[in-house]
T-cell receptor
Framework: DAMVIQNPRYQVTQFGKPVTLSCSQTLNHNVMYWYQQKSSQAPKLLFHYYDKDFNNEADTPDNFQSRRPNTSFCFLDIRSPGLGDAAMYLC?????????????FGPGTRLTVL | KNQVEQSPQSLIILEGKNCTLQCNYTVSPFSNLRWYKQDTGRGPVSLTIMTFSENTKSNGRYTATLDADTKQSSLHITASQLSDSASYICVVSQGRGSTLGRLYFGRGTQLTVWP
């Protein structure tokens, strides 16, 4: 049974053409994260939602936005993708309020920018 | 500076052999340490989580150790299988109390198991 679902698994877009990646969860977790992972590198946190509170990392480009319309869904919007934005995008969830809780990752969306 | 360093960067072993992966960290204050397995093109999957008071934890053929004094952890894989080929990522959580801890990721060790 899938717990953190990401759609699509593979996304191809053109340079400058907006794209939206989707994440949904069946765990009812408070916290949802978006990470960017480039080849052979560690995942880099872009931002996270703690319930409805949005927390942006200081070095996340303005080109990246996020929406969380409800507990289950979170979206990553890339307004004008550049070639450097090609990467794996990982969504993760966690129960908030307990620092020892595990983060559950989705399978990721591989973004290609042409 | 809060960092997580893993070694080796890559490792090739024969099926059935054992191996040990290393993780050193400087994250403070320390909350917990996690090992994840990430198959190519997939999201990370948790193997173990250890808090300050735990110095060993097993999950099947995977055994993780933690020395909080020296800030070192290891992941030992016993009787390796072809399906163990993956990247193994060490992740350290920072924080105290009930606050949501920031995670620091290592760059991973790429393990390849040959038949």
């Amino acid at each position: 049974d899938a717990m953190v679902i990401q759609n699509p698994r593979y996304q191809v877009t053109q340079f400058g053409k907006p794209v939206t990646l989707s994440c949904s969860q069946t765990l009812n977790h408070n916290v949802m994260y978006w990470y960017q992972q480039k080849s052979s590198q560690a995942p880099k946190l872009l931002f996270h939602y703690y319930d409805k509170d949005f927390n942006n990392e200081a070095d996340t480009p303005d080109n990246f936005q996020s929406r969380r319309p409800n507990t289950s869904f979170c979206f990553l919007d890339i307004r004008s993708p550049g070639l450097g934005d090609a990467a794996m995008y990982l969504c993760a969830t966690q129960t908030g309020g307990a620092r020892g809780n595990e983060q559950f990752f989705g399978p990721g969306t591989r973004l290609t920018v042409l | 500076k809060n960092q997580v360093e893993q070694s080796p960067q890559s490792l090739i072993i024969l099926e059935g052999k054992n191996c040990t992966l290393q993780c050193n960290y400087t994250v403070s204050p320390f909350s917990n340490l996690r090992w994840y397995k990430q198959d190519t093109g997939r999201g990370p999957v948790s193997l173990t989580i250890m808090t300050f008071s735990e110095n060993t934890k097993s999950n099947g053929r995977y055994t993780a150790t933690l020395d909080a004094d020296t800030k070192q952890s290891s992941l030992h894989i016993t009787a390796s299988q072809l399906s163990d080929s993956a990247s193994y990522i060490c992740v350290v959580s920072q924080g105290r109390g009930s606050t949501l801890g920031r995670l620091y990721f290592g760059r991973g060790t790429q393990l390849t198991v040959w038949p």
